[in-house]
T-cell receptor, first 113, second 113 residues
């Protein structure tokens, strides 16, 4: 089946540093989504990407839909302590999958003040 | 965005009892909802796809008689864990599909004693 490889698995950074994480796949996706999950909560949508090559920003977050449709990255600039959490990429393919998402393994982000 | 709620947020029950979890899309209609299970520090595992007015589609390895899903309206899907056992203890999260994006509920923590 489809798989998403998300890296890095975890990051420990200082407040103010920039962060970059990415997801790659052997399959093509029509939509890439990036979520953040905090302990005991459901994932919250950060950025949605719908077209190959699309670059979208949401405040300090920037994400891109790779031109090959097999990868995506998420950058966080000038990190702050509240950026702590688990970040998941998710891909949505076409066909008869009723919109099922394929998730990456997650990137655990720790920000030291 | 879109708002999805879950109820209850936390439930403790005795082994052998059944537990019902509700998932509601509050400000949009969702023909399709999804139910996930998540273990600590792991990604989300899709259990089933819930389609309004039809039977749910279960992922391989998920017992449909154990995890009963009902999607009776365009804003409500329910997951009933029947005859719960301690190994069913987990974090259950629903999502609702809006266009090409999924919006997640806050999750339900189930503890079976």
């Amino acid at each position: 089946g489809q798989q998403l490889n998300q890296s890095p698995q975890s990051m420990f950074i200082q407040e103010g540093e920039d962060v970059s994480m990415n997801c790659t796949s052997s399959s093509i996706f029509n939509t890439w989504l990036w979520y953040k999950q905090e302990p005991g909560e459901g994932p919250v949508l950060l950025i949605a990407l719908y077209k190959a090559g699309e670059l979208t920003s949401n405040g300090r977050l920037t994400a891109q839909f790779g031109i090959t449709r097999k990868d995506s990255f998420l950058n966080i600039s000038a990190s702050i302590p509240s950026d702590v959490g688990i970040y998941f990429c998710a891909g949505l393919s076409g066909g008869t999958s009723y919109g099922k998402l394929t998730f990456g393994q997650g990137t655990i982000l720790t920000v030291h003040p | 965005g879109a708002v999805v709620s879950q109820h209850p947020s936390r439930v403790i029950c005795k082994s052998g009892t059944s537990v019902k979890i509700e998932c509601r899309s509050l400000d949009f209609q969702a023909t399709t909802m999804f139910w996930y299970r998540q273990f600590p520090k792991q990604s989300l595992m899709l259990m089933a796809t819930s389609n309004e007015g039809s039977k749910a589609t279960y992922e391989q390895g998920v017992e449909k008689d154990k995890f009963l899903i009902n999607h009776a309206s365009l804003t409500l899907s329910t997951l009933t864990v029947t005859s719960a056992h301690p190994e069913d203890s987990s974090f259950y999260i629903c999502s609702a599909k809006k266009l090409e994006t999924q919006y997640f509920g806050p999750g339900t923590r189930l503890l079976v004693l």
